[in-house]
Nanobody, 115 residues
């Protein structure tokens, strides 16, 4: 069973930066996409950023220009660099990997941005 383990969350002031990491417990074959989602208090889980197997990226409009998704295939890891953080970025951030018919989720990491 593959596990995704997120790290890098925490408390930061508005304008600050954080880098989230998501490492798979073992190699995953046939990855289609690796993504980050987030769930703010009282809201649904929303897609933040995606990177495809070909390296193409896509971002939610609210984070475009501030967040960058990247991956290290050799380390089975996906990253989310978050700059110019805003209080509205406060949420639990989840890692997601789609590999064929299988979808993997991490347990989530809390990001809190103070004003």
């Amino acid at each position: 069973q593959v596990q995704l383990v997120e790290s890098g969350g925490g408390l930061v002031q508005a304008g600050g930066s954080l880098r989230l990491s998501c490492a798979a417990s073992r190699s995953i074959n046939s990855i289609n996409t690796m993504s980050w989602y987030r769930r703010a208090p009282g809201k649904q889980r929303d897609l933040v950023a995606t990177i495809t197997s070909g390296g193409n990226t896509n971002y939610a409009g609210s984070v475009k220009g501030r967040f960058t998704i990247s991956r290290d295939s050799a380390k089975n890891t996906v990253y989310l660099q978050m700059n110019s953080l805003k209080p509205e970025d406060t949420a639990v951030y989840y890692c997601n990997v789609v590999a064929g018919p299988v979808v993997y989720w991490g347990q989530g990491t809390q990001v809190t941005v103070s004003s």
